[in-house]
C-alpha cells in the first residue's frame, strides 16, 4: 500500500487547479559496518611489524573460544599490562568511577 498526499498547484495557463499526487518517502535505516559503539573513546591506529603481528596471532591463537580479534587482543593486552602495572584497577566497575569522578 503506498500513501499518498495531494498538493494542489494552478496549471499555467489555465484556470483551474490541477491536484499533484506525491508518494510519501520510503525511510529507511542503514546499517552501521565494523564493532558498535562501546562509549566514549578515542580511536587509535597503530602500525605493527610483520615479526609483532605474528606474535599477536599466535597470542590470540592461545586463547580459548570465542576466537578474538585483532583489536580486541590489542585491547586486552593493554588492560593486562597496565592492570599488572597498577596504573589500572583490576576492577572494571572501579575503572569506570575513576574515569568518571562524581559519577557523571
Known sequence: ????????????????????FMAWSIKTTTKRRGRPATGKGDPVQVRLQPDIMASLDKWITRHPEPKTTRP?????????????????????????????????
Open 1 to 20: 500500500m503506498v500513501r499518498t498526499r495531494a498538493r494542489l498547484q494552478p496549471c499555467p495557463g489555465s484556470s483551474f487547479m490541477v491536484a499533484y
Open 72 to 104: 580486541e587482543a590489542i585491547r586486552r593486552m593493554i588492560v593486562e599490562h597496565l592492570t599488572s602495572e597498577r596504573l589500572l584497577p583490576s576492577r572494571p566497575d572501579l575503572r569506570k568511577s575513576r574515569a568518571n569522578p562524581g559519577g557523571k
